[in-house]
């Protein structure tokens, strides 16, 4: 079996996808040894590991290099974080997602909101570009590649719930795998979201939303944890180096 058709398979079977987030090939590697059966890459820890913020800055041949390299190195699906696609137009995004299947992805995430200003992108524009990349794909023999459609209303709006629903039906009419939509947590928006979208359902980990097997009770077909194991990770790094940097003493590196 393909790992696209792996991937795909994944978002319907009767077990909810619990989804690592990656940011380099060593977490990639320690997630499938743990027994994570896909994982994505998270652009904020990628960003952040190389000195960077988020927000498509640290270029797109350097995450399509990495994508490369994780594909390359695990035996489990691999779903890029593109964010907006690092693309002004189109065609850039396009062949963008093309190089990313050409890579060994399974799938990707894009998200609708534009980084400057951080703003959501007008609907019918964002459903074209959608359009544009399941023809593509489907063109090149990548059948079932998952587009993962991200949708920022519950981080940029203050009533998000109505956009949110309008948005997921438009992008699965489009083409769309999945619908993502980070930041929300309330479980009558959840149950909404779910009864009203066809599309499987990803939602992202936050503190107070961590219970992976209420959120399959409600209908959520994915999970992920984005940045958090990354930060988590960065952090640990950080007080290591400080009590290191403190006490002279590499014993703390050995448990003694």
Known sequence: MSRIRQFQDLHHGEELLFLGNAWDVMSALAL?????????????????TRGYTDGERIGFAVHLELIRAIASQVSVPVSADIESGYGADVETVVDNVLRIAEAGAAGINIEDSAKSPRELKLVGKQA????A???ALDANGYGGF?????????LLMKQPLAETIARGK???ESGASGLFVPGLREEADIVEVVASIRLPLNVMSLPGVTDAARLHALGVKRFSFGNAFSDAATAYVETKAAE????RDT????GT
Do not use: E, M
């Open 170 to 172: 438009a992008y699965a």
């Open 251 to 254: 014993s703390i590196l050995y």
């Open 32 to 48: 499938a040894k743990a027994g994570f059966q896909a994982i994505g890459t998270t652009s904020w820890g990628v960003a952040s």
């Open 244 to 247: 290191l940097a403190r006490l």
């Open 133 to 135: 990349i399941r023809a």
């Open 146 to 154: 998952f587009i993962n459609a991200r949708t920022d209303t519950y």
């Open 128 to 131: 074209a570009l959608l359009a």
